[in-house]
């Protein structure tokens, strides 16, 4: 009798699932995030945001059902526009036939290779569905970067070519970000991820001379595929 019994508790051990294994404390998500990106300027310049992207993996360990941490590879695009109004400034004696620049527009674009470190909490936690809190800090280092200044006249002709100043920028700086996480799972393992996130930068590193403004700030919104351990 003890040994049918015993049959049947391992039995059921492995066809139902135990507490250690109802949570699943590894998750993996592949995401793909359109942003907006800017510059915090240190004197008063005429600055506007650019479109990005950022793509990459990120891995998740859960600790418990509520608290998890969180690392993984990425590239992320961010820059700033700088644009000069010429629109206002009137030669004296100037040709009137002649069609002058009304306005010049540089984009500064960067991608850089991203490392993030966070860890998250769940606000709401139901059997395929939570909502979580994330926050801490990203390290991201010059990966490539492509600049151009675009000239307009009053007929809105634009000339575009790639500005070859050779402008060092910032080796790698730091940035600390948070956001809210949607996280949808249809089956055991696979879901889907929303994140609307948030990053600025508080701090920047390099040996050489670099151009003004590098503090970046970032709005996105993280979409991806998520797998579950």
Known sequence: MKIRILILNIFLFLLVPGPLFAQKKFQLHLFFQPNIASAIPPFPIPISFKYGFSL???GNYFFNKSIWIASG???INKGYIYSFDLSSIVLADSDPTIDFYNQIKITYNNLFFRVPFLIGVKVINKNNFYLGLTGGFNLDFL???YDYVEVFNSNNIISKKKLDVPIKEPLYNFSIG?????NYFFTNKIGLLVEPTFDITIMEFSKTYYRYPTKYWNLGLKT???YRF
Request: charged content about 25%; glycine content about 24%; aromatic content about 12%.
């Open 56 to 58: 990459g993996l990120e």
């Open 178 to 182: 948070t956001g809210i996480r949607f």
């Open 224 to 226: 991806g595929i998520s």
């Open 143 to 145: 990966f490539d970067r």
């Open 73 to 75: 590879v990425g590239l």
